[in-house]
């Protein structure tokens, strides 16, 4: 198969088992520069399997992964956050007892975590950076506040500036709006339209009413494979899309 290099991201005949269960069966996943991608599908498609393979959580037993024509499979995880892609998991993790500001000053790339942000100084333009980012999460007003203190909604908000302030080409975010209230959704797709204006982002969800304020191209999984993917409306007028989601 011949990879098209103007894919940021491209997976080719991936496959990953374990104990001879494949998670993933050959599958072939393609994301342009700039694009908002949404994967859904039922329980054990393979959808967050598909993200840790990207990120090298887990490794892959065959195929590959394409990032800006850099073969991440043979990558280490710091390696892969440092060739510019990042993610975020599905429970939010953010420092409790650390303020907003705090936050995201030690997701700043040169502070480098914890250990590094000791040596880490703090000038004008990180502190820029902090404030344009905390605006862009709608989290200006809390921004002395301590993280443990922030509604489910607005930690998972939080989460993604920790991502945002990397800057990475390529945001990854794993049921970005579960548990949150309906407003917090609506503000979580403006946010998530705005971010992909100047990078990829690929969005793994299960409320189809916030997969339709924001889906452009929905890929969908079922055992491992690509079943489907279109805009929202060819995939969910899809016979076999239909047949998976009322057959389970």
Same mark, same amino acid.
């Given at each position: ?8 991201? =491209? ?13 993933? #069966? ?6 342009? #520069? ?11 498609? /393979? ?8 990120? /090298? ?13 850099? +073969?991440?499979?043979?990558?280490? $995880?710091?390696?892969? *956050? ?11 993790? *953010? ?9 995201? +000053?030690?997701?700043?790339?040169? /502070? ?23 605006? #862009? ?14 509604? !489910? ?5 939080? @989460? ?11 945001? &990854?975010?794993? $049921?970005?709006?579960?548990? &949150? ?8 797709? #403006? ?14 969800? !299960?409320? &189809?009413?916030?997969?339709? @304020? ?6 969908? &999984? !079922?055992? /491992?494979?690509?079943? =489907? @993917?279109?805009?929202? +409306? ?13 057959? !389970?």
């Amino acid at each position: 198969m011949t990879t098209n290099t103007s894919f940021l991201l =491209a997976i080719e005949d991936l496959t990953v088992s374990f104990d001879g269960f494949k998670a993933i #069966e050959g599958l072939n996943f393609y994301v342009e #520069e700039k694009e908002l991608r949404v994967v859904i599908g039922p329980n054990g498609a /393979g959808k967050t399997t598909l993200l840790d393979l990207i990120c /090298g959580k887990t490794k892959a037993t065959e195929g590959s992964i394409k990032f800006k024509g850099t +073969e991440l499979t043979k990558l280490a $995880e710091h390696r892969i *956050v440092w060739e510019g892609v990042g993610r975020k998991f599905q429970t939010p993790s *953010v420092y409790e007892g650390l303020s907003v500001y705090e936050n995201l +000053e030690v997701s700043y790339p040169s /502070g480098k975590g914890v250990f590094g942000s000791l040596f880490f100084k703090n000038t004008p333009e990180v502190d820029r950076k902090i404030r344009d980012t905390a605006a #862009e999460i709608f989290l200006t007003d809390f921004l002395d506040r301590p993280a443990g203190e922030l509604s !489910h909604g607005q930690k998972q908000w939080l @989460e993604i500036g920790m991502l945002l302030i990397q800057d990475p080409e390529l945001m &990854m975010l794993d $049921e970005p709006v579960a548990g &949150m209230s309906v407003r917090e959704r609506e503000q979580t797709a #403006e946010l998530l339209n705005r971010i992909s204006k100047g990078r990829s982002v690929i969005v793994i969800e !299960h409320d &189809m009413n916030f997969v339709k @304020e924001i889906a452009r191209k929905v890929t969908v &999984m !079922h055992q /491992g494979k690509v079943l =489907a @993917e279109g805009d929202m +409306e060819k995939v969910q007028s899809d016979p076999r899309v239909i047949e998976v989601y009322l057959g !389970h």
